[in-house]
């Protein structure tokens, strides 16, 4: 049974990892998280190529997993399907995780659960507890992702996987995930990125070996505006996944 789990007030998130426009942001849009045709459109058409990533690292069948950041459920259900043992949903925006909870609901998803929490929070409740993590889209939406790297490193297992995906920083990902993106093809709704937040494939590394996580591979995505596909690609100059592990000792 899905179910969203919210901290009472002596527990509530000792954190400060968060910027409140940005919980205002995905809140106001929450009810279209599941509409293909929405804001989030974007999201529908990588999340077949986000999931044959991570499984590509993971082989999700009969895992644990967490997905931080998880908003609506998007890829926290497409990972239930493939057969995962159980797959955690958080995120500090509530109306998003009631859609999530809603949503897994009428799929019948009996695998899946949601939690209002940190992600530096459930670290320190669960530390090493589950077999991998994904954090897609996020880390470009929080003032630290140092914090959200070092939360994720300690919530997977020993020889755990943990998948990550963001924005590089450079004039080329200004024009493409900014300009193009927001004002010309208007894939996503103005202001959703904020450019001194993209974080390059080289700030990201630091990030991970600061965190005692090792990077097993990359992959980019690029966009065809003729076809308006995606596809995934060696280049990491615009949207960017990596895959990493927790090593044993």
Known sequence: MTVIQQQNSAQ??????????????????????????????????????????????????????????????????????????SVTGIDLAKKSLKIAQLHALQEQLNNVSYRLISAEDLATEMPASFDAISCMEMLEHVPNPGSIVQACAQLVKPGG???????????????????????????TPRGTHDFRKFITPAELARLCRNAGLEWLGSSGFTYNPFSKRYHLTDCLDVNYMIACHRPLA
Not at 45 to 69: A, C, E, T, W
Not at 163 to 171: A, E, G, M, V
Request: hydrophobic share 40%; net charge negative; glycine share 4%.
């Open 12 to 85: 509530q998130c000792t954190t400060a990892n968060v910027d409140s426009e940005e919980i205002d942001k995905f809140s106001q849009l929450a009810h279209k998280w599941w509409d293909k045709d929405s804001e989030f459109k974007p999201l529908h058409d990588i999340n077949p190529l986000r999931l044959d990533f991570i499984d590509n690292y993971v082989h999700l069948k009969n895992k644990k997993i967490l997905d931080v950041g998880c908003g609506g459920g998007i890829l926290t259900e497409a990972m239930a399907k493939v057969g995962a043992e």
């Open 161 to 187: 996987i943990v998948c990550f995906s963001t924005i590089n920083r450079n004039p080329k990902s200004y024009f493409q995930a900014i300009i193009a993106a927001e004002y010309m093809l208007k894939l």
